[in-house]
């Protein structure tokens, strides 16, 4: 169980400063944590966090949320100050769970095909996986949809992997 756990990630929603001193001290250094990206909080908050775990020795990986963007201006002002701030060059890609984007990017394959991740110096993208299904979302949407994520960071040049949450089901995972 040990092995196994080794290489997992973690991830953090608005770590304080305690957190990310409790999470240096149990994890080992390098180690990734994913960073919540909270609809309705300043962009800033993701960017102090990612700091913060980066400067703890820690490894930030960012969620981006799609349909929660104004624009891709917004997105690229962001991946920049991540970028600069926390070195951060591995991101969480995610649509953003709402029926209405806030703005004019829909979907994660718009920032994939946007360029704006290899501008940012990207080199690596997670993309959902659902296990469990997705309320929403049909089994053939959500495999497609996976394919296409997949093959669009293979054709940008960023290495992508689907991240899900943590199950403990193996027949669901398989």
Do not use: W
Not at 51 to 65: E, F, I, M, Q, Y
Not at 71 to 95: F, H, P
Not at 114 to 134: E, T
Request: hydrophobic share 45%; net charge negative; charged share 15%.
């Amino acid at each position: 169980i040990t092995a196994f756990m080794s290489g997992c990630s973690y991830e953090a929603t608005r770590p304080s400063v305690d957190d990310i001193a409790a999470l240096k001290a149990s994890l080992a250094p390098g180690s990734s944590v994913f960073v919540t990206m909270l609809p309705h909080r300043p962009l800033e908050e993701l960017v102090a966090s990612a700091v913060a775990l980066r400067s703890a020795g820690l490894t930030p990986v960012p969620h981006v949320s799609a349909r929660h963007f104004e624009s891709l201006a917004v997105l690229e002002k962001l991946l920049s100050s991540l970028a600069s701030n926390a070195q951060a060059d591995n991101i969480l890609l995610i649509g953003g769970d709402v029926a209405k984007p806030t703005g004019s990017i829909p979907d994660v394959l718009t920032i994939i095909n946007s360029g704006l991740l290899q501008a940012s110096g990207i080199k690596a993208a997670g993309v959902a996986g659902f296990p469990d299904g997705h309320p929403a979302v049909s089994e053939d949407e959500i495999e497609a949809s996976l394919v296409t994520k997949l093959a669009a960071l293979q054709s940008a040049g960023i290495d992508g992997y689907i991240v899900t949450q943590f199950c403990f089901h193996a027949h669901t995972i398989i």
